[in-house]
């Protein structure tokens, strides 16, 4: 397995670090998901969420506040590799569980906070979701002017990518150097840097033409005969031409960016059927496809989804020559708690004591 062997310690709820460590998780590692008394609340938000965010991951339950699931946490961190978490800038450190203090006792740990704005600068303690940060990105304004909800937390999986692969660069990092480091990801700027070509080009023209933003015939999604809808994508100049021959209509190749000519395009697809421009497609290759809702999308791409405790769930999207990638089903809240205790050394009276005391807890549904 690509990550055998390295122990993730998950302190992160909700979907940025769960995703992430669930990532880390399918390439092999070993991550134990570390829950408070009441548990991650996706738990009671969302029971599929949840599952679909945290398979193949062990659960234990500890109460960080106390002195003794401190100790706990830090004879976990000992021996550990990755630390993921996801509290608000200096949480951790005041609890004496921050990557200054873990570091005192393993050197080589890689300790990833994952943030609405990072450790540093002027929101740093500021709250935030999902929606918050594609606001502020600039993100909501891409194609229309009056801003709409995208329905996908674009800035929260951007952050969970951001971070594993921060993650498996810094385990690369400390194979050669020894080293471990902390890893700062800001979900903000995560989201900011998927826009980093309209930036780039805002920067050097504040009215540039949206060509990727459906403002241009080329780069759309039109209504068809039958009230369905179709993807069209013919950026490059060789799917342009295909489209135009497809249609006959060599005058239109002179308006593939031309965002006045948008009705006529509309006029066009509306005088076939998704059926017929599948088939249009498929013979003369010019990037058009079906917008399809999510069960057809499930129903269809069964070699890129994992049916597990009776939910789809997507795969993991890169396939290996050497390794095969395995999923575990997600834990009850506190279900490995006993057995991780007893891999560090605690004894069956102690871990007794430790739940009648409310430190810990396991076997709760």
């Known amino acids: 397995m690509l990550l055998k062997d390295i122990r993730v310690l998950d302190l992160s709820t909700l979907l940025p670090g769960p995703l992430c460590s669930m990532l880390l998780a399918d390439l092999g590692a070993d991550v134990i998901k570390i829950e408070g008394p009441k548990g ?5 938000f969302e029971d599929s969420f949840f599952k679909t965010l945290n398979r193949s991951k062990k659960s234990i339950v500890i109460d960080l506040k106390a002195a003794e699931g401190k100790q706990i946490f830090k004879r976990l961190a000992k ?7 996801g509290f608000r800038p200096g949480k951790l450190d005041s609890l004496g569980l921050g990557y200054n203090e873990i570091k005192k006792i393993n050197d080589d740990i ?11 600068g002027k929101n740093k303690d500021k709250a935030g979701h999902d929606l918050n ?10 194609i229309n002017e009056k801003p709409i909800v995208p329905g996908i937390q674009v800035a929260d999986v951007s952050s969970a990518l951001v971070a594993a692969f921060s993650i498996a660069a810094s385990l690369y990092q400390r194979e050669r150097s020894g080293k471990g480091s902390h890893i700062d990801v800001s979900i903000f700027s995560s989201a900011l840097s998927f826009m980093g070509i309209h930036l780039a080009k805002y920067s050097l023209d504040k009215d540039f033409n949206r060509i990727l ?9 039109y209504e068809t005969k039958d009230g369905k809808y179709m ?8 799917f342009w031409e295909s489209f135009c021959k497809s249609v006959y209509r060599k005058d239109f190749l002179k308006k593939q960016f031309d965002s006045n000519s948008l009705l006529e395009f509309r006029s066009i697809f509306k005088s076939k ?11 003369f290759d010019f990037c058009c496809e079906p917008v399809k809702a999510v069960n057809e999308a499930i129903k269809d791409n069964k070699e890129s989804i994992v049916m597990m405790e009776g ?14 990638v395995k999923y575990g089903k997600s834990q009850k809240l506190g279900e490995n708690t006993y057995e991780i205790l007893r891999s560090i050394g605690y004894n069956k009276k102690s871990i007794e004591n430790l739940k009648n005391k409310k430190i810990v807890s396991y076997g709760k549904a």
Do not use: H
């Not at 991650?40 to 009671?44: A, E, L, Q, S």
């Not at 021996?79 to 978490?85: G, H, Y």
């Not at 940060?133 to 891409?142: K, V």
């Open 273 to 283: 059927t998704l059926k017929e421009w599948v088939g249009l497609n498929s013979r």
């Open 110 to 120: 890689i300790y990833c906070s994952i943030t609405g704005y990072g450790q540093k």
């Open 40 to 44: 991650d609340m996706m738990r009671n």
């Open 213 to 221: 933003s459906g403002k241009t015939p080329c780069y759309n999604i």
């Open 79 to 85: 021996n550990a590799d990755v630390i993921i978490e």
């Open 231 to 238: 993807s069209l994508c013919a950026v490059e100049q060789k």
């Open 133 to 142: 940060y594609l606001a502020l990105s600039g993100m909501l304004r891409m």
């Open 311 to 324: 939910i789809a769930q997507a795969a993991f999207p890169a396939a290996f020559s050497s390794f095969k």
